[in-house]
């Protein structure tokens, strides 16, 4: 028989109730303020889903009434230097930090609501209702609650998306010599998500001060956890990770705050995370005002059984019990909170002009309202202005407009040649030198003589601490270096191995790091760079081969910049890592080892921002392109002897784009060639095309030409590889369709594709892939101006 020997999980799991001695032996001041920041909560939910049932949120209501002990519990006795986010339910968590934040953590229930207080509730309601006084100018509404200056990093509605933002936020704490911790909120749906799972995994691994607060309120929408999950305990998810863990009952605040005080010490102390289970139950359905058994999917007699254990009715009771207030004197409490509320709510709403006997008699700011007086409508002046719509996706380069801008022609310094790869390094060195707040993240950076490629290299001997090696974990390190970006302390640069990772974080690039400063008011800088290479052509196949650039140009808040040569790539890499946005740098491996001028001594330049690169001068054809496939349209031009102008556009986002080149070069020679490498499905060139077709109409000849890769991505195979993927001889192609559209001839044999012929490939595709023309307009008046 074998020998069976029983492991122990290698941190502790613990659950914490309180006894009557509990009660007696806490500071009645603690007990106060917990009971005035329950009934401000409940008194504002109720509000909001009041003007809910009037028309006057636009969108979701998702109520916390019922979960208020878990966020008042937790919250406090943080400091306003701490930090919490949370979920699309949030409201709770964002009001008890902000209501601490003003308050200092005491509330006197005799005079419950100051000015401080008052404003808060004021505020945090119209942003709800998407006012241009709420915290995020009305952008963030009722699932994007942020104010930094309380340490609401912001709620989220992604479910568990917000996690690896703290972590990052927990880094940025500790890494700057403080005690201050993060809290995240999320619930038991959350429990189960990657980017919650590779967040405990990786916080656990760096020892950060992060609190993973988990609200099992027991239900999805409609879908129990033990429907969901084999271990409903969701504290357990702890033990994986040898993280300490507290289970506890969220009904009651005072359990919370014990769970919480106990676990802050080790958090301060730089022991790194723990988890906080808190079993809670919200009242209502989902969104809006009705119970869950409405819906079908709960029992009248379980809602009334969690109503019993009303947590706001618990601390009532037990203060009662010590003599620290009757039952007026809740009441009074209650009452304060209550009118609170109106005083707030008619701040901002007003008697309805246009409400009849059947409603408002104009569209307006909601629904058709309920017949009768007292129809309520949102004041038209506290609405945002409509012009402010767009401002704010991304910063306006103030920060570098005194920069010292030098293209290479105009260099003075010492040039000498060397390879693009060193580039990357040396101006990595020389940024990290200069700037101690730069931290570089990513798989395998900190070894192999500088990660995979070399691009790290001699980083992480010189700046210890400073390049961190990540695990297999691009939703948690991603997000974490989204965190560190918002937090502002450091500038963080991410290493992605291979672009066609961003899949795997495409919520925390996406959904988090691109909408971050928009989404929460525009106020926020977001200075992150996200570096990663396009490895077609290496035997890599479908999964690490992409050219991410048409992705992230569709995706609103990123500045993409792709240099060609190692002189532009240290000057673009300077400006990425001074501007205050998101910025995408784009490498290419066949770059790598191609060698060209590197300043010795002078690292500090940038690139003009936003300027485009006129390589080669010409008056037949405007050929737009970046990266590796400069070079192969040199080599195209020459061969086919047109007269082509070159431009590498360097800067290839909506916003930095060079549109003055662009549309210089095009009404000087009335067509356009956009060569790209990658793929047809997600091509850089199809958004760019539109709109240069929507730009320069009246000065085109003939629809846009494209070149890019074929329809699939590239595979293993070395000759589908080649098949799938953009080279000189397809630009040969391109540009003689170019001729032959101006009535020129296309040269013998031509097709655009190496050892296949148009015709056979239109047989077998059903289109010519690799140049793709763009369909023919309606010709407008005139040149749109953007």
């Known amino acids: 028989m074998p020998r069976v020997k029983r492991l122990q999980p290698g941190s502790e799991w613990n659950e914490l109730t309180t006894t009557a001695a509990d009660w007696k032996a806490a ?145 940025a704490q500790q890494h700057s010599g403080t005690s201050d911790v993060t809290v995240t909120y999320f619930g038991d749906g959350a429990a ?105 999917y709960r029992t009248k007699e379980e809602e009334a059984a969690w109503r019993a254990r009303d947590p706001l009715e618990r601390v009532a009771a037990e203060m009662t019990k010590l003599g620290l207030i009757n039952e007026a004197g809740v009441a009074a409490v209650r009452a304060q909170a209550v009118d609170a509320m109106k005083a707030a709510a008619a701040a901002l709403t007003e008697q309805d002009p246009d409400a009849g006997p059947h409603g408002p008699r104009t569209g307006g700011s909601r629904p058709p309202s309920p017949p009768g007086k007292g129809v309520r409508r949102i004041r038209p002046s506290l609405w945002p202005d409509p012009a402010f719509v767009d401002v704010g996706i991304r910063g306006d380069l103030s920060e570098i407009a005194g920069a010292r801008a030098v293209e290479q022609p105009d260099f003075r310094g010492e040039l000498k040649r060397g390879k693009f790869i060193d580039a990357v390094s040396r101006v990595m060195d020389r940024r990290m030198s200069a700037d101690e707040r730069i931290v570089v993240l990513g798989e395998d950076v900190h070894k192999l003589n500088g990660g995979t490629n070399g691009a790290t290299k001699g980083l992480a001997k010189k700046f210890p601490g400073r390049v961190l090696g990540t695990p297999i974990s691009e939703n948690a390190f991603a997000g974490l270096g989204g965190g560190l970006a918002l937090d502002g302390r450091f500038r963080p640069v991410v290493e992605f191995m291979y672009p066609d990772f961003l899949w795997v974080a495409a919520d925390q690039v996406f959904n988090q790091i691109a909408k971050a400063r928009h989404m929460f008011g525009g106020r926020n800088p977001v200075p992150l760079v996200l570096r990663t290479k396009v490895a077609m052509g290496t035997g890599y196949g479908s999964q690490h081969s992409m050219d991410p650039a048409g992705i992230f140009a569709t995706s609103v808040g990123w500045r993409i910049m792709a240099p060609s040569t190692p002189y532009d790539y240290v000057g673009m890499m300077n400006a990425a890592l001074a501007i205050e946005d998101p910025v995408l740098v784009l490498e290419h491996v066949d770059l790598y080892g191609t060698e060209g001028d590197i300043p010795v001594g002078d690292l500090d330049y940038q690139i003009p921002f936003g300027r485009a690169a006129v390589r080669r001068a010409g008056r037949d054809v405007t050929v737009l392109t970046y990266l590796s496939m400069v070079a192969h349209s040199l080599e195209a031009i020459e061969q086919t002897g047109i007269d082509a102008e070159l431009i590498d556009l360097r800067f290839l986002d909506r916003a930095s784009l060079d549109w003055e080149t662009v549309g210089e070069s095009v009404r000087k020679t009335n067509a356009v060639l956009i060569v790209e490498q990658g793929g047809l499905g997600t091509s850089y060139g199809g958004w760019l095309a539109d709109e240069i077709q929507r730009r320069f109409f009246d000065w085109l000849d003939q629809p846009v030409q494209r070149v890019t890769g074929g329809e699939a991505a590239p595979s293993i195979s070395k000759v589908l590889e080649r098949a799938a993927i953009a080279q000189t001889s397809d630009v040969v192609g391109g540009l003689e369709r170019v001729r032959a559209a101006f009535g020129g001839g296309a040269a013998p044999g031509s097709s655009g594709r190496e050892g296949l012929g148009a015709d056979s490939w239109r047989q077998s595709s059903g289109t010519s892939p690799g140049i793709s023309p763009a369909a023919p307009a309606s010709r407008p008046s005139g040149e749109v101006r953007r």
């Open 192 to 296: 189960n998500i990657g980017s919650v799972l590779e967040s405990l995994n990786l916080t656990a691994a760096w020892k950060l001060p992060l609190c993973f607060f988990i609200e099992n309120n027991g239900y999805a929408v409609s879908t129990t956890v033990e429907e969901a999950t084999g271990e409903p305990r969701l504290s357990a998810r702890a033990l994986g990770f040898g993280i300490p863990a507290w289970r506890v009952d969220g009904m009651d605040p005072l359990a919370v705050h014990l769970a919480t005080e106990r676990a802050l010490p080790a958090l301060r102390a730089g022991e790194g995370p723990v988890v906080i289970e808190a079993l809670v139950y919200r009242f209502f359905h989902q969104n809006g005002p009705f119970p869950g058994s409405a819906f079908g």
């Open 27 to 171: 500071d009645p001041a603690l007990l106060a303020t917990m009971l005035g920041q329950l009934h401000l909560i409940r008194a504002f939910e109720e509000t909001v889903l009041e003007l809910a049932g009037e028309g006057l949120v636009h969108g979701p209501a998702h109520s916390s009434i019922g979960q208020e002990g878990g966020a008042v519990g937790s919250i406090v006795s943080l400091r306003s230097a701490d930090a919490v986010n949370g979920s699309h339910r949030g409201h709770h968590q964002f009001l008890a930090k902000s209501l601490t934040h003003v308050t200092k953590g005491v509330l006197d229930l005799g005079s419950l609501v100051t000015q401080e207080v008052a404003e808060v509730l004021q505020r945090t309601l119209a942003e709800i209702l998407g006012l241009a006084q709420g915290y995020c100018a009305g952008r963030g509404g009722s699932m994007h609650l942020q104010w930094f200056e309380a340490g609401a990093l912001g709620t989220n509605a992604i479910v568990g998306g917000g996690v690896p933002m703290a972590a990052g936020n927990a880094w």
